[in-house]
């Protein structure tokens, strides 16, 4: 699902939004609109919970599961080889 997100760079703290992709990788590389520094963006810990989706659609399959997120309104980021040692994927700004 395509979302717009308010985030805060790292090293000059300027707070931007951006346009992405949020169901892919919880780990984006993009750069600061501010200062130009790469920033990490790590959304894994604000997908914690599943919640199930009713809809009521006649040719619905039933149920749907999908991932429930609590974000804070601005998110922090982290430098470039100062996070945790997880594959990360870089995407191009969808704005």
Same mark, same amino acid.
């Given at each position: 699902?395509?979302?717009?997100?308010?985030?805060?760079?790292?090293n000059?703290?300027k707070v931007f939004e #951006?346009?992405?992709?949020t169901? &892919?990788?919880?780990?984006?590389?993009? &750069?600061?609109?501010?200062c130009?520094e790469?920033?990490?963006?790590? #959304?894994?810990p604000?997908q914690?919970?599943?919640? =199930?989706?009713?809809?009521s659609e006649p040719?619905?399959?039933?149920?749907t599961?999908? &991932?429930?997120?609590?974000?804070p309104?601005?998110?922090? =980021?982290s &430098?470039?080889?100062?996070?945790?040692?997880?594959?990360v994927?870089?995407?191009?700004?969808k =704005?």
């Amino acid at each position: 699902m395509l979302e717009r997100l308010k985030l805060q760079c790292w090293n000059c703290q300027k707070v931007f939004e #951006l346009t992405m992709e949020t169901n &892919a990788d919880p780990r984006i590389i993009k &750069a600061c609109v501010g200062c130009g520094e790469q920033v990490v963006i790590d #959304l894994s810990p604000y997908q914690n919970s599943e919640v =199930t989706m009713l809809k009521s659609e006649p040719q619905g399959d039933g149920p749907t599961k999908e &991932a429930k997120t609590e974000r804070p309104d601005i998110i922090p =980021t982290s &430098a470039l080889g100062k996070e945790e040692s997880t594959p990360v994927k870089n995407v191009t700004d969808k =704005t």
